[in-house]
């Protein structure tokens, strides 16, 4: 079963589990899914009607971890931990998964330094263990890490819920990048065409070479036969018979005594 689909089934379950309590018993449910190893999105727990009742209310403080699950950082959790409730491990874990892919949407070098800050890693060791063994094995991130230059390069990583007016932006972001696409493609298709033009004219050019080749073959082939034929009827004609008969036809002259 692959990733997407096992998150799809967890987030039914925990959705269906949501519909059916209210108030303080959907804390369980809450802890549970924030704790669960293979489930990284909460947006469609966050919509669910009785969670979102929870608002305002003696029991708001599951909403505000189910938010900061959704949407928040390690990071984010220190600065309010003195009106969270204290996290079981799993759900430690878990927001620092989260952590990670919340770092890898805006940069794609990410520097070991930044890496131990954000998730309160006290050495490289301990840092390269969590991103193979909690991050690249668990499937959520793909990437390499560099040793030499001290930085994780992400290659892949899975996206995380949308933030409250995040949707507006992302939009806005994807239109700009359909635009440029067009202008390429735009562009693309003009490069062919002239290359096409090119071709045509690049045949036609050895076209017209190939046949002035012909013709010069042809005109030297019927100079070389014309010249062939000239030495030919030279060398055949009887001259020297012809010389002697003629010769002999003619009458003799006769030699005056020399006085």
Same mark, same amino acid.
């Given at each position: 079963?692959? #990733?997407?689909?096992?998150?799809? +089934?967890? #987030?039914?379950?925990?959705? $269906?589990?949501?519909?059916?309590?209210?108030?303080?018993?959907?804390?369980? !449910?809450?802890?549970?899914?924030?704790?669960?190893?293979?489930?990284?999105?909460?947006? /469609?727990?966050?919509?669910?009607?009785? !969670?979102? +009742?929870?608002?305002?209310?003696?029991?708001?403080?599951?909403?505000?971890?189910?938010?900061?699950?959704?949407?928040?950082?390690?990071?984010?959790?220190?600065? $309010?931990?003195?009106?969270?409730?204290?996290? !079981?491990p799993d759900q430690v874990l878990k927001l620092k998964q989260l952590?990670?892919?919340?770092?890898?949407?805006?940069?794609?070098?990410?520097?070991?330094? &930044?890496?131990?800050?954000?998730?309160? =890693?006290?050495?490289? *060791?301990? %840092? +390269? @263990?969590? %991103?193979?063994? +909690?991050?690249?094995?668990?499937?959520?991130?793909?990437?390499?890490? @560099?040793?030499? *230059?001290?930085?994780?390069?992400? &290659?892949?990583?899975?996206? *995380?819920?949308?933030?409250?007016?995040?949707?507006?932006?992302?939009?806005?972001?994807?239109?700009?990048?359909?635009?440029?696409?067009?202008?390429?493609?735009?562009?693309?298709?003009?490069? #062919?065409?002239?290359?096409?033009?090119?071709?045509?004219?690049?045949?036609?050019h050895q076209k017209e070479v190939e046949d002035r080749v012909e013709? !010069?073959?042809?005109?030297?082939?019927?100079?070389? @036969?014309?010249?062939? *034929?000239?030495?030919? /009827?030279?060398?055949?004609?009887?001259?020297? =018979?012809?010389?002697? /008969?003629? @010769?002999?036809?003619?009458?003799?002259?006769?030699?005056?005594?020399?006085?």
């Open positions: 079963m692959d #990733i997407e689909q096992k998150q799809a +089934e967890l #987030i039914d379950h925990f959705v $269906n589990q949501a519909s059916v309590q209210k108030g303080s018993a959907l804390g369980s !449910v809450i802890v549970e899914a924030t704790s669960h190893p293979s489930l990284f999105a909460f947006s /469609e727990i966050l919509a669910v009607s009785t !969670v979102a +009742e929870l608002e305002g209310t003696e029991n708001s403080v599951y909403l505000e971890v189910l938010q900061l699950f959704a949407h928040g950082t390690w990071s984010d959790y220190k600065s $309010n931990s003195v009106s969270l409730p204290q996290l !079981v952590t990670v892919l919340t770092l890898a949407e805006t940069k794609k070098v990410l520097p070991y330094d &930044q890496l131990m800050l954000e998730l309160d =890693v006290t050495n490289v *060791r301990e %840092l +390269e @263990d969590f %991103l193979i063994n +909690e991050c690249m094995y668990v499937g959520i991130v793909r990437g390499k890490l @560099d040793q030499l *230059r001290r930085c994780f390069e992400v &290659q892949f990583a899975a996206g *995380r819920d949308l933030r409250p007016g995040q949707l507006g932006s992302m939009i806005q972001t994807l239109s700009k990048w359909l635009g440029t696409s067009d202008n390429l493609l735009i562009s693309i298709q003009e490069k #062919i065409k002239w290359a096409d033009m090119m071709s045509e004219l690049d045949k036609k013709d !010069v073959k042809k005109s030297l082939s019927l100079k070389a @036969d014309v010249d062939f *034929r000239g030495l030919e /009827e030279i060398y055949s004609e009887p001259s020297g =018979v012809m010389d002697y /008969e003629e @010769d002999r036809s003619r009458p003799k002259r006769r030699r005056h005594p020399m006085a």
